[in-house]
């Protein structure tokens, strides 16, 4: 699914902002730490069926994603693994 279509342009947007200020922030190894954590659930649909991994371990499996897309992609997962336990904070 189109991440625009799940969660919206404004919303993507609005997420993308935090989430590279804070990143800016981090040594590289820490920011690397963050992007592939949240990059570890994410997969794509491939030719011939299926679907891949977008990361293995701290390494991407296509050439095509750049650093916006890897924030795009940081903020989806974040949100679709990690709603359930922020709505639930007081």
């Known amino acids: 699914m189109?991440?625009?279509?799940?969660?919206?342009?404004?919303q993507i947007q609005k997420a993308l902002v935090p989430l590279t200020m804070?990143?800016?922030?981090?040594?590289?190894?820490?920011?690397?730490?963050?992007?592939?954590?949240?990059?570890?659930?994410?997969?794509?649909?491939?030719?011939?069926g299926g679907w891949g991994n977008v990361s293995v371990e701290k390494s991407l499996m296509y050439e095509d994603i750049d650093m916006g897309v890897m924030l795009q992609l940081a903020v989806a997962s974040f949100k679709e693994n990690l709603a359930g336990f922020i709505d639930a904070l007081p």
């Open 22 to 48: 804070a990143i800016s922030k981090l040594s590289d190894d820490d920011a690397n730490y963050v992007l592939f954590g949240l990059l570890a659930s994410v997969q794509r649909k491939i030719d011939g």
């Open 2 to 10: 189109d991440l625009k279509q799940k969660f919206g342009q404004e």
